[in-house]
């Protein structure tokens, strides 16, 4: 389906385009995915590939933009979100946190690639010290698509990061005129255009350039995180091993002797472990990898000492976060500490 385009890295600064003055300045990070996509015919809706068109022709593109805002870009990366590695979420965070101390800045866009943009998302939700609005957007289809979803999502995103009510609410996802907290929000389905679904419900709706807000998040967040973009230099080896029936546990034990600190048990139901595998997790346990116990079942949760015995195997259970953003909270957390205690208290918080 979608195919990368090499990778780039080209910070340039950013610089406000002329338009009225008054209105709020946002800056655009672009990053790559299908949002800037191209493909071969206006039929090929899934056939093309992600990552082409720079942020300068995205935004030319959009007058439609200068409405809501006075907006400039940056193309920050130009690849495909199954691409990125931590560096580059590092990078990302670092850029996101130097604009948004900028007085002259007043909220930030992020356009992404759609498959791990729940996973950035909720990275810079946990590492990013702001108020100002941070908003991410993809789209399903490329801009030469008939039908294509990006020029409006990311007029909807330029809306809210432009809105002084998304101030304050985290990091935020807009996507097919829905605002979801990145916290919550992930990839449910792929091809639609709806793709995206959080299992406590959006946060509001942006329609015709205004934003309706209906709920704002309870979990700790950006200026109320404990952690920092400014004291994290490189973050640990922390991976996801999948379970299903008939798992033979080779996949854990290769990734436990390969160095990962932690490991993300995606369990079936309600976070189940094969009983070939507790001993194994026990065992690496031992060697002082952190085991976090979550569920491979979007939208449920994982509760303490059910299905395992986590006290006494001193594991963690991942709350509701799905695996992939329970990676990130273990990765972000063992830059700070290594107590189980005070890991479970952060999986619970944030
Ligand atoms: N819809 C998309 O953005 C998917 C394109 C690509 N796989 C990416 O995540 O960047």
Do not use: C
């Not at 996801?240 to 160095?259: E, F, K, Q």
């Amino acid at each position: 389906m979608a195919q990368a385009a090499p990778s780039t890295i080209a910070v340039q600064p950013a610089a406000a385009a002329p338009a009225p003055a008054g209105l709020p300045h946002v800056v655009v990070l672009a990053t790559g995915g299908t949002i800037a996509g191209a493909g071969a015919s206006a039929t090929s809706s899934a056939t093309y590939q992600a990552a082409k068109v720079p942020v300068d022709q995205l935004l030319a593109g959009l007058p439609e933009l200068g409405k809501a805002a006075r907006v400039s870009g940056e193309q920050v990366f130009q690849i495909a979100s199954e691409s990125f590695t931590n560096e580059q979420l590092l990078t990302l965070a670092r850029r996101v946190q130097a604009l948004v101390r900028q007085p002259d800045v007043q909220g930030i866009v992020i356009t992404h690639g759609t498959d791990t943009l729940e996973e950035t998302g909720f990275f810079l939700n946990l590492v990013v010290q702001t108020d100002k609005p941070v908003v991410l957007v993809g789209s399903m289809r490329p801009g030469t698509a008939l039908s294509a979803d990006g020029a409006l999502n990311l007029v909807g995103a330029v809306s809210v990061a432009a809105s002084p009510e998304s101030a304050g609410k985290g990091v935020l996802v807009s996507m097919h005129d829905e605002i979801h907290t990145a916290r919550d929000v992930a990839k449910m389905a792929n091809i639609k255009t709806s793709a995206f679904a959080s299992p406590w419900g959006p946060l509001g709706m942006v329609v015709e350039g205004k934003t309706w807000w209906f709920r704002a998040p309870v979990k700790r967040h950006t200026s109320a995180s404990e952690f920092s973009i400014d004291r994290i230099q490189a973050l640990p080896a922390v991976d996801i091993v999948y379970s299903y029936a008939n798992v033979p546990g080779t996949a854990l034990d290769a990734l436990g002797a390969a160095g990962m600190q932690a490991v993300i048990h995606a369990g079936t139901g309600n976070g189940s472990v094969a009983d070939r595998i507790v001993p194994r997790l026990n065992e690496w346990r031992r060697k002082g990898v952190v085991v976090v116990r979550s569920s491979r079942i979007p939208g449920g949760f994982v509760l303490r000492n059910a299905e395992q015995p986590d006290d006494k195997y001193d594991w963690i259970v991942a709350h509701d976060l799905n695996p992939q953003k329970a990676r990130l909270l273990a990765a972000v957390a063992l830059t700070q500490t290594r107590d189980t205690r005070e890991l479970q208290r952060i999986f619970w918080e944030y």
